[in-house]
């Protein structure tokens, strides 16, 4: 992270509150999820629902066919070129956000919640819009 704050000095690593954070997603042109546990985290979902393009390293849980439009990077060299690639093509990057933004429209919490429901034989509890408004 350090290396890349350095190489990239208009860079925001920290906390941020929900507030602050979608600013600073929103003033970005890429955001870079670097998952430490290699797991799927709120933070893959949060930058694909912004206009700054995410990247994340590699995590092998699924994230390929959960986020189809994630670029991914091995190794800290592939990261900064990923970076610098899509700093330099503007277009290609704003292209690639648009896509993931479109498709986090399916990841919401209600949309979740709902499927949820769904799966479980709560269904009647979502097609009524009584029920579902104290629920969801």
């Keep these: 992270i350090q290396r890349m704050m350095a190489l ?9 509150s929900p507030e602050d954070s979608n600013k600073i997603y929103n003033q ?7 998952s430490a546990g290699l797991d799927i985290n ?14 994340t390293n590699t ?10 439009y994630l670029p991914r990077y091995d190794g800290a060299a592939e990261c900064e070129a990923m970076v610098r690639f899509f700093l330099a093509h503007p277009k290609i990057a ?5 896509a ?7 990841h919401t ?12 034989g709560w269904g009647a509890l979502v097609a009524s819009p009584k029920l579902s408004s104290r629920i969801l």
Excluded: C, H, W
């Design 109 to 120: 919490y209600e949309v979740r919640a709902r499927a949820f429901l769904e799966e479980i």
């Design 59 to 68: 995590i092998g849980s699924g994230e390929d066919e959960l986020l189809p």
């Design 42 to 55: 709120m933070r893959m979902f949060e930058g694909e629902a912004t206009s700054a393009l995410l990247i």
């Design 28 to 34: 970005s042109r890429v955001a870079l999820n670097m």
């Design 94 to 98: 704003a292209e690639l956000s648009r």
């Design 8 to 16: 990239f000095p208009n860079s925001f690593s920290g906390t941020a």
């Design 100 to 106: 993931q933004a479109e498709d986090m429209k399916a």
